[in-house]
């Protein structure tokens, strides 16, 4: 399955983006999806998980509330929106897919080629 991010750009503090991401192969219904970012200079920050129907998510606490994770098994994708972006959200955000539990980053070890999002204050 490969994995490929897209929907960044440049906002500002306030402002909303939706990420997409796209996958290809089979069984996508099958697995867990998460959001992943990294900023400059950082580790990599599990940000958002949901599971396999899309039944149940998982958030960071710093993004509870301003990020909602979806997905749609039919279109093989998985949205992140991002609502009330603030500069500390600046990062380069990948999705990944795993067979682990949705909300443990150790259950993801598949990433794609992120996306970068860039919040100016």
């Known amino acids: 399955v490969q994995l490929q991010a897209s929907g960044g750009g440049l906002v500002q503090a306030g402002d909303s983006l939706r990420l997409s991401c796209s996958a290809s192969?089979?069984?996508?219904?099958?697995?867990?999806m998460g959001w992943f970012r990294q900023a400059p200079g950082k580790e990599r920050e599990f940000v958002a998980g949901?599971?396999?129907?899309?039944?149940?998510?998982y958030y960071v606490d710093s993004v509870k509330g301003r990020f909602t994770i979806s997905r749609d098994n039919a279109k093989k994708k998985v949205y992140l929106q991002m609502n009330s972006l603030k500069p500390e959200d600046t990062a380069v955000y990948s999705c990944?897919?795993?067979?682990?539990?949705?909300?443990?980053?150790?259950?993801?070890?598949?990433w794609g080629r992120g996306t970068l999002v860039t919040v100016s204050s």
């Open positions: 990944a897919w795993g067979w682990g539990t949705h909300s443990d980053k150790n259950g993801f070890n598949n």
């Open positions: 192969g089979s069984a996508f219904g099958s697995y867990s």
């Open positions: 949901i599971n396999w129907s899309g039944s149940n998510t």
